[in-house]
């Protein structure tokens, strides 16, 4: 059964607005790490921004920040004030600490940033 | 040049061909992993390496081989390709959580495989 599922496979925003991406995952372990990378059409994997099962404030990374909804089992990603170069494929991801620190991947979004 | 690299970026074989990937990485990590990556399925892990005397499977091991030549080289064989093997291939390396970071995965360019 897939465990993180992005339910936008693509999405418009116009420059300079706010975008959140979503991402919710499954697991039963109290010990996780949620990561969100960038794949441009370049095909290049950028990590963005990670967030600890136990950090209890949402990380921020310059114009990302995660928005961590644990109850809810929720890692939405926000970027505010989208630029051009922000078009790319986005992929949350998770690792559950206690099953061998893999990653496992969404299915990812698709952002297009309309001048 | 890149912490990772893979080799070939590119490849077209055919059906029944034996193909090898290879990936080398400068990063120091002792951790290795491929990936495919498919349209709508994100990232699926193939194998993955702790260090050079481990080797696991992941998600979507059928048909295919590793093997972990040294810490910085780890290689992904298929032995006999088929069509549905056609993907865009990433290998990726980490550090263990806490050492020095997160544990993020360091991607390579990846190496796009067609089957025909």
């Known amino acids: 059964a897939q465990k993180i599922t992005q339910t936008q496979p693509g999405m418009f925003v116009q420059e300079k607005e706010a975008v959140t991406l979503d991402c919710t995952y499954d697991t039963s372990d109290q010990s996780y790490g949620l990561f969100w990378y960038k794949q441009p059409s370049s095909g290049e994997m950028i990590f963005l921004i990670y967030?600890?099962?136990?950090?209890?404030q949402n990380a921020t990374e310059g114009r990302y920040s995660l928005n961590f909804q644990k109850a809810r089992k929720s890692a939405n990603l926000v970027i505010s004030a989208s630029q051009l170069g922000d078009s790319a494929m986005y992929f949350c991801?998770?690792?559950?600490?206690?099953?061998?620190?893999?990653?496992?991947f969404g299915g990812g979004t698709r952002l297009m940033v309309k001048p | 040049d890149a912490d990772v690299t893979q080799t070939p970026r590119n490849r077209i074989t055919k059906t029944g061909k034996r193909i090898m990937l290879e990936c080398s990485q400068t990063k120091g990590h002792d951790r290795m992993y491929w990936y495919r990556q498919d349209p709508g399925l994100g990232l699926r892990l193939i194998y993955y390496?702790?260090?050079?005397?481990?080797?696991n499977k992941g998600e979507i091991s059928d048909g295919y081989s590793v093997s972990r030549q040294a810490q910085a080289k780890f290689s992904l064989s298929l032995e006999s390709a088929i069509p549905n093997q056609t993907a865009l291939y990433f290998c990726?390396?980490?550090?263990?959580?806490?050492?020095?970071?997160?544990?993020?995965?360091?991607f390579g360019e990846g190496s796009r495989l067609t089957v025909l």
């Open positions: 390496s702790f260090d050079v005397k481990d080797i």
């Open positions: 990726a390396t980490s550090d263990s959580p806490g050492l020095a970071g997160v544990g993020e995965l360091f």
């Open positions: 991801a998770m690792r559950q600490n206690n099953a061998g620190n893999m990653l496992t």
């Open positions: 967030q600890g099962s136990y950090d209890e």
